[in-house]
C-alpha cells in the first residue's frame, strides 16, 4: 500500500463531541478532530496554533463564515478553515488538514491525505 492509504484508528466516534473538537496523538502528530453535527462531517487539523506557538486549536470554537466550516483559535481569535487549513485573517498562514473517515463505530485519521469524512458522499 502506498503512503496515502495509511489509515490510523484514533478513537471510537462516540469519543467525538458534536460541535466540538477532541485532540489525538497520530504518529507523533498532534490532530485536532471536529465534528459538525448538523450535517455529519468530520474534519481533522494539526492542531498547532501558528499565531500561539502552542497546541491548542482542538479547543476552539467551531461554526463558519459565509458556509465555510471555521475553527476560532482559543488564545488569539483567528479563523481556520477546517477544509483547507488557511487563515482567515492571514491568508499567508495555513495550517495542515488530513483525511478522516468513520469506519464502523471507529475513527480513522490519515495524515498524507486529506479528505474530510462526509464531504465525499
Known amino acids: 500500500m502506498g503512503s496515502n492509504n495509511k489509515w490510523v484508528d ?11 473538537g477532541v485532540c489525538a496523538l497520530v504518529e507523533d502528530q498532534q490532530v485536532a478532530i471536529f465534528y459538525m453535527l ?8 494539526n492542531n498547532y496554533d501558528p499565531f500561539g506557538k502552542v497546541n491548542v486549536l482542538s479547543r476552539g470554537l ?3 463564515i459565509q ?9 488569539y481569535k483567528q479563523h481556520f478553515s477546517l477544509r483547507t487549513g488557511l487563515c482567515v485573517e492571514d491568508k499567508m498562514v495555513k495550517v495542515n488538514t488530513y483525511g478522516v473517515r468513520i469506519t464502523g463505530n471507529r475513527v480513522e485519521v490519515n495524515l498524507y491525505n486529506n479528505t474530510p469524512w462526509g464531504e465525499a458522499k
Open 10 to 20: 484514533v478513537c471510537s466516534r462516540d469519543d467525538l463531541q458534536p460541535n466540538s
Open 38 to 45: 448538523e450535517d455529519e462531517t468530520v474534519f481533522a487539523i
Open 62 to 64: 467551531i461554526g463558519d
Open 67 to 75: 458556509g465555510e466550516p471555521m475553527v476560532s483559535s482559543p488564545l
